[in-house]
């Protein structure tokens, strides 16, 4: 049974390339029955999209959005970089789905600005072709990373991750995550939000801060490419999900029987078929 949340929140999804872990956010959405769905940009990343490579789980992930917006979920679609086309969209909406380039909800009394973080990137603003050639190798490593966590599977070990790795050991890296956490943070308070929760560099965080000119709470979602992250608003709290395949086990192994219950039947069907 779904869990009920006041407020989920995704980013940095990037389907319609082969580093989305599609699959496993599926599984996540089916879990949760949130009373609003922020998708923090870079939803759909247009920028590496192919019309060759859109799996299924990439299609049923957009679908179980609609089912929820059919069943009464707000769901707001704010814009990111990889998704920009959609920015001559933005203020419009459909039924309960909403695109815009920023949200801002009061959630118990609290100021929250949502926004997708680019803004604060110069690589986006001043120099595209800059950003988007970082995306291309930021994607071949990823592709790397997938045939290389297949191989680790299949001999029974943990997958790794290279980009994550090269975030968290790069000085460089890790300053620019700094400066625009704390960017996005002196702007909050500056324009008196309680929270502001971007997306964008994929990393995972809710961080308290006092300063001498107010208090706030920034949170970031993190992505569904390595972290596999959201954030959860629920009674009045703010928490990260990391998935872990554990939580849904029986799921899944339910969901594998029956693939290969399909599979079976197929293969009948041909050898009837043929014969």
Same mark, same amino acid.
């Given at each position: 049974?779904?869990r009920?949340?006041?407020?989920?929140? !995704?980013?940095?999804?990037?389907?319609?390339?082969?580093? *989305?872990?599609?699959?496993?956010l599926f599984?996540y959405l089916k879990?949760?029955?949130?009373?609003t769905?922020?998708?923090? +940009?870079?939803f759909?990343?247009?920028?590496?999209f192919s019309?060759?490579y859109?799996?299924?789980?990439h299609?049923?992930v957009?679908k179980k959005?609609?089912?929820l917006a059919?069943k009464g979920?707000e769901v707001?679609?704010?814009?990111g970089?990889?998704?920009?086309?959609?920015?001559?969209?933005?203020d419009?909406s459909?039924?309960?789905?909403e695109l815009?380039?920023?949200? =801002?909800?009061?959630l118990?009394?609290?100021?929250a600005?949502?926004f997708h973080?680019?803004v604060?990137?110069?690589s986006?603003?001043?120099?595209k072709?800059i950003a988007?050639?970082? +995306?291309i190798g930021?994607?071949f490593?990823?592709?790397l990373n997938? !045939?290389?966590n297949? !191989?680790l599977?299949?001999?029974?070990?943990?997958k790794y991750?290279f980009?994550?790795?090269?975030k /968290?050991n790069?000085? /460089?890296a890790i300053?620019f !995550?700094?400066?625009f956490e704390?960017?996005?943070i002196?702007?909050?308070?500056?324009? $008196?939000f309680d929270y502001?929760? *971007?997306g964008h560099?994929?990393?995972?965080?809710?961080?308290e801060?006092?300063?001498?000119?107010?208090n *706030?709470?920034y949170?970031?979602?993190?992505d569904?490419?390595e972290?596999?992250t959201a954030l959860?608003?629920?009674n009045k709290?703010?928490?990260i999900y990391?998935? $872990?395949k554990?939580?849904f086990k029986d799921?899944?192994?339910?969901?594998h029987?029956?693939?290969v219950l399909?599979n =079976?039947?197929e293969?009948?069907?041909?050898v009837v078929?043929?014969n």
């Open positions: 049974m779904a009920t949340v006041d407020v989920v929140v !995704i980013s940095d999804t990037h389907l319609g390339t082969y580093g *989305c872990q599609a699959k496993e599984t879990s949760v029955s949130p009373k769905l922020i998708i923090n +940009g870079d759909i990343d247009i920028w590496q019309k060759s859109f799996p299924k789980y299609l049923k957009i959005i609609i089912d059919s979920t707001v679609y704010i814009l970089n990889h998704d920009e086309f959609l920015r001559r969209f933005a419009t459909f039924g309960n789905i815009t380039n920023k949200k =801002i909800m009061t118990d009394g609290k100021k600005w949502f973080g680019d604060f990137d110069a986006v603003q001043h120099s072709w988007k050639l970082g +995306g930021y994607d490593l990823i592709r997938v !045939i290389s297949w !191989i599977t299949r001999l029974g070990r943990e991750s980009s994550k790795k090269i /968290n790069v000085k /460089n300053k !995550i700094g400066d704390n960017a996005a002196e702007l909050a308070i500056e324009n $008196d502001v929760i *971007c560099i994929h990393q995972p965080q809710i961080r801060v006092k300063s001498k000119n107010g *706030c709470t949170l970031n979602s993190g569904w490419i972290n596999l959860e608003y629920h709290k703010w928490k990391t998935y $872990d554990n939580d799921e899944l192994e339910s969901e029987q029956e693939m399909k =079976i039947d293969l009948i069907k041909e078929k043929f």
